[in-house]
C-alpha cells in the first residue's frame, strides 16, 4: 500500500470545512489544470486526468466534521483510497489532511507516486486558497 499525503492549517471553523469538502461540486475547485470532462453531484464525481486515466469516485463514508472517503465508482487503474482527515485546531482553526491510499505495483509505484504527491499537494494548497 502507497499512502501519499500532505496537511495544511486553514483558519475556517472545521464545521465550514467539511461542509465544503462533503460536496464533491466543490472539489472541481480544487483540480489541477489537467483536470478536464468534470462532471459532479454532492456524492459522486468523474473527471479525466490528462495523458492518465478517466476516473469516477463516490464518497463511500462520511464521518461529520472528521473525515470524507472517495472511492472509485467505476473500475480504476488500481486500488485507491481519497480520505480527507480533519481536526480542529481551535474555534477558527482547521487542520486538514488528504490521503491517497493506492495499490501500486513497483512499476505503477514509480509511474504514479510523483503525479499523485503533485495533486495531494495542489489539492491541499487549493483548499487554503479557496476557503479565504
Known sequence: MTIIQNTTVIQKPLHEVYTFLADLNNH???MPEN???WTSTADEASFT???MAKLALRISERIVDKELVCVPSAEAPFAITLRWKL???????TQATFV???ELNMMMKMIASGPLQ???DHQV???KEVLV
Do not use: G, H, M, P
Open 125 to 127: 494548497t487549493r483548499l
Open 49 to 51: 486526468i490528462q495523458n
Open 35 to 37: 483536470i478536464y470532462n
Open 87 to 93: 481536526d480542529s485546531d481551535s474555534e477558527n482553526s
Open 28 to 30: 472541481e475547485q480544487l
Open 118 to 120: 503533485k495533486l495531494v
Open 100 to 102: 491517497i491510499e493506492a
